[in-house]
T-cell receptor
């Protein structure tokens, strides 16, 4: 069974204080790893897809990286508007089914 | 472009009543997914459709839950009879066929409270 573990569960940063969120996964035949952002009262919003170890994607202050066992979401000089829950999800094998982690709740203090 | 549209946004009803949640996927997307989100269990896939056909319903918790997709632009998730433990946020998502690992795009959910 595919497993996705995210850490930490919650993270509080000062504005401008860079950090990383972790997503560890156990799957058979990774086809894609997805990062989403979820704001309170909203659905998850797609950020990135990573397909293979060594791949990196960037968007504004966010950078996602992938190894064979985990993915990191690096947040550089975060702003209060980056506060949200960040979800990681994996798709494996020949299936469309995607397994989500339970997320990291990020709070950025001005 | 219009995203995934879900209705109602909030539903409060009494135990034993029938509940119907509705979803309109993004035009041109041919895969549709229903999820349930709770604090304890996070996002759980209930069922998904390809080209209006149910492919995997192994996440549907009980026979009280059923889902239909009569056409490419509409799907329903029905709970009958509802129970307090069904209280959660239910999300619908759509994507193009995931042969190319396309991401799922989510609606803003239906917050369901069963009293």
């Amino acid at each position: 069974e595919d497993q996705v573990t995210q850490s930490p569960e919650a993270l509080r940063l000062q504005e401008g204080e860079s950090s990383s969120l972790n997503c560890s996964y156990t799957v058979s035949g990774l086809r894609g790893l997805f990062w989403y952002r979820q704001d309170p009262g909203k659905g998850p919003e797609f950020l990135f897809t990573l397909y293979s170890a060594g791949e990196e994607k960037e968007k504004e202050r966010l950078k996602a990286t992938l190894t064979k066992k985990e993915s990191f979401l690096h947040i550089t000089a975060p702003k209060p508007e980056d506060s949200a829950t960040y979800l990681c999800a994996v798709q494996a094998g020949g299936y469309q089914k995607v397994t989500f982690g339970t997320g990291t709740k990020l709070q950025v203090i001005p | 472009d219009a995203g995934v549209i879900q209705s109602p946004r909030h539903e409060v009803t009494e135990m034993g009543q029938e509940v119907t949640l509705r979803c309109k996927p993004i035009s041109g997307h041919n895969s549709l997914f229903w999820y349930r989100q709770t604090m304890m269990r996070g996002l759980e896939l209930l069922i998904y459709f390809n080209n209006n056909v149910p492919i995997d319903d192994s996440g549907m918790p009980e026979d009280r839950f059923s889902a239909k997709m009569p056409n490419a632009s509409f799907s329903t998730l029905k709970i009958q009879p509802s129970e307090p433990r069904d209280s959660a946020v239910y999300f619908c998502a759509s994507s193009v066929r995931q042969g190319d690992n396309q991401p799922q795009h989510f609606g803003d959910g239906t917050r369901l409270s069963i009293l």
